[in-house]
């Protein structure tokens, strides 16, 4: 995605030497033929996501508080002071609807700078860092909504892993995200640079949480079909035994 060639000639010489490409996503395909390679060059297929492990939740939104996973690690890219942001204007009794749960590590003067803003805002008792794990796919099952706030996503991992966990999908309208959840079909999209848009977002989940959990579930099972790794693997020798054939 933020690829830069030492030769002004590299995207030339790659769009005349004949090759096929794939991109994990169409954010990736769009950004490369823009810079002048051949759209009939580049077959997108999406990167592939490990489906096992994940704990099959019995049920979504059915707690008192709705409780946010928000995953990855810990730093001014991935965006979690936006969502510190959001929160600190919330209306009080709407914030006390939510639990959030930050998952990774960081640097720990960026950490300890998050959790200063979150000490000002008052936030202590919505907002928790949880450190890292290695058993983050079945710490999933304990949420319903999987937060993320990041600059840019040339695929978007964490996003498919909490469609595959049965979470309800809250993340920015950058990158790779928007083709992934399908303009609110499988999750919610919000403006990362616009806390307000974000607080509303979540907000509306709080009153529409039918509506939220229906979504994630079919998220779930479209996540299951489009972004497995041994489906988009059969993806890849398919495309590569149509090459070969040409």
């Known amino acids: 995605m933020n690829f830069i060639p030492f ?5 030339k010489k790659i769009n005349s030497d004949g090759g096929r490409f794939i991109a994990i996503s169409d954010v990736i395909k769009n950004t490369w033929v823009k810079k002048g390679i051949s759209p009939d ?10 489906t096992g492990g994940f704990l099959k939740k019995e049920a979504c939104f059915e707690g008192k508080k709705i409780k946010i996973a928000f995953c990855g690690s810990v730093n001014e890219f991935k965006g979690q002071e936006r969502m510190i942001e959001a929160f600190n204007i ?6 006390k609807l939510f639990c959030v749960d930050i998952w990774g590590s960081g640097k720990k003067e960026y950490v300890d700078f998050l959790k200063e803003k979150i000490s000002q805002y008052g936030l202590g008792d919505v907002i928790f860092f949880k450190g890292y794990t290695d058993d983050l796919y079945r710490k999933l099952s304990e949420y319903d909504v999987g937060m993320n706030c990041s600059n840019s996503e040339a695929f978007g991992r964490v996003t498919v892993e909490y ?17 992934l959840i399908q303009n609110g079909k499988y999750g919610v999209l919000f403006n990362k640079d616009d ?5 509303n977002k979540l907000i509306w989940i709080s009153e529409n949480k039918d509506k939220a959990a229906s979504v994630s579930e ?3 099972i479209y996540a299951e079909e489009s972004f497995s790794i041994e489906n988009n693997s059969r993806r890849f020798i398919e495309y590569y035994k149509t090459v070969c054939k040409q």
């Not at 030769?7 to 995207?11: D, V, W």
């Not at 919330?90 to 914030?95: G, H, I, L, Q």
């Not at 469609?163 to 083709?179: C, H, Q, W």
């Open 7 to 11: 030769s002004p000639k590299c995207y």
């Open 41 to 50: 060059k580049i077959t997108r297929i999406y990167d592939g996501v490990k």
């Open 90 to 95: 919330m209306p009080v009794e709407k914030r």
């Open 163 to 179: 469609m595959l966990a049965g979470l309800l999908a809250a993340v920015s309208d950058t990158g790779a995200n928007p083709e």
């Open 195 to 199: 806390p307000e848009d974000i607080c």
């Open 218 to 220: 079919k998220a779930r």
